[in-house]
């Protein structure tokens, strides 16, 4: 795959935006939801868990597994990134 869907992409450069918009106590207490996701995305692709590396990787992390469930057919992906953009404070 040389590109990530339309929706796809659109919804994860407007959870990036919105994550590099926040403060860092805002950022940190937000953490657990972008983690969850990272971690149910690469429990769907990888198998195996994502390292811990702090919320200032996180995104980046998100932003790999988001191409790698986006390889593997994951449907739903551009309405779970939505969910948690809308999530975040």
Do not use: C, F, K, Y
Not at 5 to 18: A, G, I, K, N, Q
Not at 68 to 74: C, I, L, R, T
């Amino acid at each position: 795959m040389n590109r990530l869907p339309e929706d796809v992409s659109r919804e994860l450069e407007r959870v990036v935006r919105r994550w590099r918009e926040l403060s860092a106590d805002h950022a940190l207490a937000a953490s657990g939801m972008v983690r969850e996701l990272v971690e149910d995305l690469a429990a769907t692709t990888a198998g195996q868990p994502v390292p811990e590396l702090g919320p200032i990787v996180l995104i980046d992390q998100l932003r790999v597994l988001v191409w790698d469930a986006a390889s593997a057919g994951v449907v739903d992906l551009a309405d779970r990134l939505a969910d948690l953009r809308r999530s975040l404070p």
